[in-house]
């Protein structure tokens, strides 16, 4: 679960701004995305071969 206080002299959009930088610094947003469809084991070891192809 994410947290953020917002300080009596913090207006809304910066604590806002701060919640959606934690948010994906976790990985939420991420993760949901991966789990909002099935995904074949094939379909997710070509997507992972993929992305280490790209990153080197």
Known sequence: MIY???QSN???DSA????????Q????LR???EH?????PSE??????RRRASRQ
């Open 10 to 12: 913090e207006s809304i």
């Open 25 to 28: 610094q976790s990985g939420v």
């Open 36 to 40: 909002a469809h099935y995904e074949k």
């Open 31 to 33: 993760e949901l995305k």
């Open 44 to 49: 997710k070891r070509r997507r992972m071969k």
């Open 16 to 23: 806002l701004k701060r919640f959606n930088m934690k948010l």
């Open 4 to 6: 953020v206080t917002v």
